[in-house]
């Protein structure tokens, strides 16, 4: 079952630009969660964001959290070379029993 | 650093054999977990375990079973291989609740031929 759909599904932009991306879901959730994969790794965690709160900042990172429209956005800042990877959100779809993740969203930050 | 090692970055193997995969993690936590993740369905969540030797499956358990005999192994392993089951596998740990983040391995890039 696919609870978080990343849009879009590709993104492709310059260094120093802001990168955005958005996560839907279908259920109600405890907290939603961002990973970043770069390319043959492993999920890197970046984010949890509980369901009572609305935004949350880590370095260069902002996570909005809108439950009444079940979404979610990932705003990257001044995108750097270094941050292309694909980014999945992940929701626990109100079970606390395991996550559901999207498939993701393929930034490319060209120099 | 919490740090999930995984046996094998790459394994190929033949349809039919019995086939296992190792996954350690070094931070004592409860919970570990196996997905598989394809072009363009994401992760999907095969089995977890939140103490030894409990099991629990995921969304797609059928041709894999799993072994939990100490806290920091988790192993995978694949009855009888068949080609639909060449797939990235992933293994990742987490503490307490399953509201914590989860710690990933690198990951183990399987063909079955």
């Known amino acids: 079952s696919q609870q978080g759909e990343e849009d879009p599904q590709a993104l492709s932009i310059q260094e120093g630009e802001n990168a955005t991306m958005n996560c839907s879901y279908k259920?109600?959730?405890?907290?939603l969660q961002w990973y970043r994969q770069n390319s043959g790794r492993g999920l890197v965690h970046l984010i949890l964001?509980?369901?009572?709160?609305r935004e949350k900042h880590s370095g260069r990172l902002r996570v909005t959290l809108d439950t009444s429209k079940k979404s979610s956005s990932l705003l990257i800042t001044a995108s750097r070379a270094a941050d292309t990877a694909s980014y999945f959100c992940?929701?626990?779809?109100?079970?606390?029993?395991?996550?559901?993740f999207g498939t993701g969203t393929r930034l490319l930050v060209s120099p | 650093d919490v740090k999930v090692t995984q046996s094998s970055r790459y394994l190929v193997k033949r349809t039919g054999e019995k086939v296992f995969l190792e996954c350690v993690q070094d931070?004592?936590?409860?919970?570990m977990f196996w997905y598989r993740q394809d072009p363009g369905l994401g992760l999907r969540l095969i089995y977890f375990?939140?103490?030894?030797?409990?099991?629990e499956k995921g969304d797609i358990p059928e041709g894999y079973s799993v072994s939990r005999e100490k806290k920091e192994r988790f192993s995978l392993i694949l009855e009888s291989a068949s080609t639909n089951q060449t797939s990235m596998y992933l293994c990742?740990?987490?503490?307490?609740?399953?509201?914590?983040?989860?710690?990933f391995g690198d990951g183990t890039r399987l063909s079955i031929l």
């Open positions: 990742a740990s987490s503490k307490g609740f399953f509201d914590q983040p989860q710690h």
């Open positions: 259920t109600s959730i405890n907290n």
């Open positions: 964001i509980r369901s009572n709160e």
């Open positions: 992940a929701t626990d779809g109100g079970s606390f029993q395991k996550l559901v």
């Open positions: 931070m004592d936590h409860e919970n």
């Open positions: 375990s939140y103490d030894v030797k409990m099991k």
